[in-house]
């Protein structure tokens, strides 16, 4: 995410980091290399030069000058500028209606159709809302087809009329279905086309008139860079959308889109969405965003998905093995399976401080972890709960049942020993104190 700006704003950052004295000429070949990487990631001209002259301002104001450690005091800046810049804080969601209606827009290809599945899947799972979805795009009988399979993945109703042609007429039958249902959120997944057009227009506005939505969130593939917010500009027009959302954030993304977009509609940025899975949308949090294009990481965000996979009970249970050095490949198992459902593994792994860089040309996937599990697969339950008594006749077995050759197995084998060697270091930690073991 945002590889390339990183990058660059880290190389713009080694004119003054590491140095004990610095001069306005150090700061202002910093905030010109800035300005440079900004432009070069699609950011307008404009807001980038507004944002270099905001950041050179505060750096000669602050006293960066004198400053014990001028870089970092220079990156601080530059993250308090790109978390204003994106919206300052986390904006808030209104799904307070009888039911809430939420209408989403955008062009063909944005990834509408997608983001609205994500949205209820995300509304169901964790605000304990019951959606229902509505196909609204008369144009394109695929659309149709694509939010019923969405829906069907998710246990979500989808509400459709396949020959009517009046989309206005087709979301006040589903108002009509979702109270008749107990339905508390209807999300409206609208008609996209290659272009602004004033047909679209139209439809889309006639649609908001018709039903006075809660929230209209403008849906944005963040890999279209600056033609996004000059797309988003054409639509709040018409629209006044309450909100934005960021999509494709897993390609190939240079982020004029998420930088810029607030700047020119005034309106927050409220989802960030990321590859296909329905469980791949995130609040949009401005503060997280630039840690991130700063190459800070982000743990909370990483500890918040920990959170949702975590099991008091099994927590308890785990931690009690560890202290009874009893931790075998079931309970690594288990944990796989638990790391897996918190999403993607490169992404997860860009959230820790200091590793995005690292891994951003190494091919992390979801697959990642099919060898080891299909190693653990290969043993008995006997050989699972005892690893000790894997012999060399039943390694011959293992790995010729997961596909693998003996020295894998043996490498995997002594990986976990040494696993095993660390858990052995925190039985010396106090009673519910290990990592991943507290209580929330």
Known sequence: MFNSLSEKLESAFKNIKGQGRISELNIANTVKDIRRALVDADVNYKIAKEFTDKVKEKALGEKVLLAVNPGQQMVKIVQDELTELMGGSESEFNISGSPA?????????????????????????????SPILVAADIYRPAAIDQLEVLGGQIDVPVYSERENKDAISIVQGAIKEARAKNKNVIIVDTAGRLAVDEVMMNEVAGIKAAINPQEILFVVDSMTGQDAVNTAAA?????????????????????????SIKYTVN???KFASSGEKMDTLDVFYPDRMAQRILGMGDIVSLVEK???????????RLEKKIRKNQFDFED??????????MGNIKDLMGMIPGVGKQIKDVDINDNSFKGIEAMINSMTLQERRNPDIISPSRKT???????KDIAELNA???????????????NKMPKGMMPGMGRR
């Open 397 to 403: 077995r293992i790995a010729k049942g997961a596909g």
């Open 235 to 259: 639509f709040n027009e018409r629209l006044d959308f309450t909100g934005v959302v960021l999509t494709k954030l897993d390609g190939d993304t240079r982020g004029g889109a998420a930088l």
């Open 267 to 269: 309106k927050p940025i």
């Open 412 to 426: 995997f084998l002594k990986q976990f020993e040494q696993m095993k060697g660390m858990m052995k270091m925190m």
């Open 101 to 129: 209606i939420i209408l989403i827009a955008g062009l063909q290809g944005s990834g509408k159709t997608t983001f609205s599945g994500k949205l209820a899947n995300y509304l169901k799972t964790k605000k304990g809302k």
């Open 332 to 341: 690594f198992k288990t944990q796989l399976e638990q790391i897996k459902k």
């Open 306 to 316: 920990a959170q949702e996979q975590f099991d008091e009970k099994e927590a308890a």
